[in-house]
């Protein structure tokens, strides 16, 4: 299986900071890899696909880099709805596998 | 509007079957992968396999021989059969829509919350 290791596991952030999320990946996955925001007691919600792809409806102030390996989600300015747990993911082969998640929360 | 709901029982015993139903509302039935996923407490996201309408499966190896996905087309929905299970498999369980133009998940249900314990 394709490892995907993310980082940090956690931060704290300020409203209006911006937030760099890490992501790699144990083997080159191209460009398929999807973000996810999950806030407490509900379902993943998908941000960005295809790595720099945003979803639709989903905030500008959200974007993805990368290729290979590495992948990086990028929130250029925090919100108050944007406190969550986010969540990479490769779609290149199954098993499709997630990362263990970065929780951002609010300093 | 496309929605997802999964269905079952929230406990079960360790060695007896883990059975989840999802039906599906809106949307085409016969375009998507139908993918269970789970989450134990606390941790990430598993994808346990997933099912086309037609009734092709594929399973992750580490549960295939556990596993089993069927597929109700007439009623739109899927279901999940995992036999044998032990407190390890005590998570929430999803089942979501894989978009294969796209590669992604793009709709999930709820999640339903299984705690295997005698």
């Known amino acids: 299986d394709i490892q995907m290791t993310q980082s940090p596991s956690s931060l704290s952030a300020s409203v209006g900071d911006r937030v760099t999320i890490t992501c790699r990946a144990s083997?080159?996955?191209?460009?398929?890899v999807n973000w996810y925001q999950q806030k407490p007691g509900k379902a993943p919600k998908l941000l960005i696909h295809t790595a720099s792809t945003l979803y639709s409806g989903v905030p500008s102030r959200f974007s993805g880099t990368g290729s290979g390996t590495d992948f990086t989600l990028t929130l250029s300015s925090l919100q108050p709805e944007d406190f969550a747990t986010y969540h990479c993911q490769q779609s290149y082969i199954t098993p499709w596998t997630f990362g263990q998640g970065t929780k951002v929360e609010i300093k | 509007q496309v929605q997802l709901q999964e269905t079952g029982p929230g406990l079960v015993k360790p060695s007896e079957t883990l059975s989840l139903t999802c039906t599906v509302s809106g949307g085409s039935f016969t375009t998507y992968f139908w993918t269970w996923i789970r989450q134990p407490p606390g941790k990430g996201l598993e994808c346990i396999g997933y099912i086309y309408y037609g009734g092709s499966t594929n399973y992750n190896p580490s549960l295939e021989s556990r596993l089993t996905i069927s597929v109700d087309t007439s009623k739109k929905q899927f279901s999940l059969q995992l036999t044998s299970v032990t407190a390890a498999d005590t998570a929430v369980y999803y089942c979501a829509r894989y978009d294969y133009r796209g590669n992604f998940f793009d709709y999930w249900g709820q999640g339903i919350l299984v705690t295997v314990s005698s």
């Open positions: 083997q080159s996955v191209s460009i398929h």
